[in-house]
């Protein structure tokens, strides 16, 4: 548990604001990881109109980025059970700090930034115990690691930050150890959750889903305007069972599960890969690389458009919707149907799209 001493601290420490900003760096508009055509990893930054605005080299394949809120920086983290996780400046191309996860922890490839970007937080495995751990870092001193929070759940994979720097955590409920790799170690004892988390570890609220759907793991996140929480869904059971793969949850309220019809929810073989809600809100959507499939739903009537592109994964709000990336370097508008913005020759997009 981080000392009440040392955080106090680092609030304090985050006054002075940094001079350079996202513009400096001709303020791209995404960030996303991907595999070039020579077979390796990189992070891009990418303007509006899809062009290149950088590319960093990663040492291992990416996952997601936590960018920094105001200066040109970002966190890049490698896939699941990855150990590090590198502070890119964005305008340099430079890697200014290599963070690595303590002994007998790993990252689940996010983070979030609170306290006015001062410090990062970490979803983390405590490899022992299965218990899910949020690590903290102070960017005010060089990010040194300043302590951790406990994630009141298993599996913790994606993390979001609040206005009033409330942590939203996706508990996924899959136990895993590095040394078994990616395999999931107690898929009928999950327990799955959302919890809100303050910054000093404790629990605010906590989602979790009916009995029937504990093998649902969830595993992203995204935030909606008025603060309506998105959280996308892998199911664990058979790809046959048509469950829900999309939540919404207001605080205070039982959380709403979104569906489509049937043979589209088939499609999805159980699998959403990423969520992003629309600038404004009205619209959420999830993806599904292995069904090939976008569903876009109204939020406030819960309609739902049915989008297909192969290997689709990484989506994001974009000025006038939402934008989407594939694994054959496609990145394209979400209208009426996916409209091409750009096409990367041999580069393969990986798991996400991160809007700054």
Same mark, same amino acid.
């Given at each position: 548990?981080?000392?009440?001493?040392?955080? /106090?601290?680092?609030?304090?420490?985050?006054?002075?604001?940094?001079?350079?900003?996202?513009?400096?760096?001709?303020?791209?508009?995404?960030?996303?990881?991907?595999?070039d055509?020579?077979?390796a990893?990189?992070?891009?930054?990418?303007?509006?109109?899809?062009?290149? !605005?950088?590319?960093?080299?990663?040492?291992?394949?990416?996952?997601?980025?936590?960018?920094?809120?105001?200066?040109?920086?970002?966190?890049?983290?490698?896939?699941?059970?990855?150990?590090?996780?590198?502070?890119?400046n964005?305008?340099?191309?430079?890697?200014?700090?290599?963070?690595?996860?303590?002994?007998?922890?790993?990252?689940?490839?996010?983070?979030?930034?609170?306290?006015?970007?001062d410090?990062?937080?970490?979803?983390?495995?405590?490899?022992?115990?299965?218990?899910?751990?949020?690590?903290?870092?102070?960017?005010?001193?060089? +990010?040194?690691?300043?302590?951790?929070?406990?994630?009141?759940?298993?599996g913790?994979?994606?993390?979001?930050?609040?206005?009033?720097?409330?942590?939203? *955590?996706?508990?996924?409920?899959? !136990?895993?150890?590095?040394?078994?790799g990616?395999?999931?170690?107690? #898929?009928p004892?999950?327990?799955?959750?959302?919890? +809100? #988390?303050?910054?000093?570890?404790?629990?605010?609220?906590?989602?979790?889903?009916?009995?029937?759907?504990? =093998?649902?793991?969830? !595993?992203?996140?995204?935030?909606?305007?008025?603060?309506?929480?998105?959280?996308?869904?892998?199911?664990? &059971?058979?790809?046959?069972?048509?469950?829900?793969?999309?939540? @919404?949850?207001?605080?205070?309220?039982?959380?709403?599960?979104?569906?489509?019809?049937?043979?589209?929810? @088939? *499609? =999805?073989?159980? +699998?959403?890969?990423?969520?992003?809600?629309?600038?404004?809100?009205?619209?959420?959507?999830?993806?599904?690389?292995?069904? &090939?499939? #976008?569903?876009?739903?109204? *939020? %406030?009537?819960?309609?739902?458009?049915s989008?297909?592109?192969?290997?689709?994964?990484?989506?994001?709000? &974009?000025?006038?919707?939402?934008? %989407?990336?594939?694994?054959?370097?496609?990145?394209?508008? @979400?209208?009426?149907?996916?409209?091409?913005?750009?096409?990367?020759?041999?580069?393969?997009?990986?798991?996400? /799209?991160?809007?700054?």
């Amino acid at each position: 548990m981080i000392a009440r001493r040392a955080f /106090l601290g680092s609030l304090l420490a985050a006054a002075s604001a940094p001079r350079l900003s996202w513009a400096d760096v001709g303020s791209p508009a995404w960030l996303g990881a991907a595999r070039d055509a020579d077979g390796a990893y990189v992070l891009l930054g990418l303007a509006r109109d899809g062009t290149e !605005r950088f590319r960093i080299a990663l040492p291992t394949r990416g996952h997601a980025a936590a960018a920094h809120p105001t200066a040109p920086e970002a966190v890049a983290f490698a896939r699941r059970p990855g150990t590090f996780a590198l502070v890119i400046n964005c305008l340099t191309g430079e890697v200014e700090h290599r963070l690595q996860s303590p002994a007998g922890r790993h990252f689940y490839g996010h983070g979030a930034f609170i306290a006015g970007g001062d410090i990062l937080c970490t979803t983390e495995n405590q490899i022992d115990t299965g218990a899910g751990r949020i690590g903290l870092w102070s960017r005010k001193r060089g +990010y040194a690691r300043i302590g951790e929070i406990v994630s009141h759940g298993i599996g913790p994979h994606e993390i979001l930050s609040t206005v009033d720097d409330v942590l939203v *955590v996706a508990n996924g409920g899959i !136990r895993t150890h590095p040394d078994r790799g990616r395999d999931k170690l107690n #898929i009928p004892q999950m327990r799955p959750s959302l919890a +809100y #988390i303050a910054p000093d570890g404790a629990l605010l609220e906590e989602v979790v889903l009916d009995p029937g759907l504990h =093998m649902n793991s969830i !595993r992203h996140l995204a935030q909606a305007p008025d603060r309506t929480v998105g959280f996308a869904m892998q199911w664990q &059971g058979e790809s046959s069972d048509p469950v829900p793969l999309l939540g @919404l949850h207001e605080r205070g309220k039982e959380p709403r599960l979104l569906s489509a019809d049937l043979g589209e929810q @088939l *499609v =999805m073989q159980g +699998y959403a890969g990423s969520v992003a809600f629309s600038r404004d809100g009205t619209d959420v959507a999830i993806t599904s690389p292995r069904g &090939g499939r #976008i569903h876009r739903f109204d *939020v %406030a009537t819960g309609a739902v458009q049915s989008l297909a592109r192969a290997d689709v994964c990484g989506i994001a709000a &974009g000025p006038d919707g939402m934008v %989407a990336t594939d694994g054959l370097g496609g990145m394209m508008r @979400l209208g009426t149907r996916p409209e091409p913005i750009a096409r990367f020759e041999g580069l393969s997009w990986d798991n996400h /799209l991160i809007a700054l």
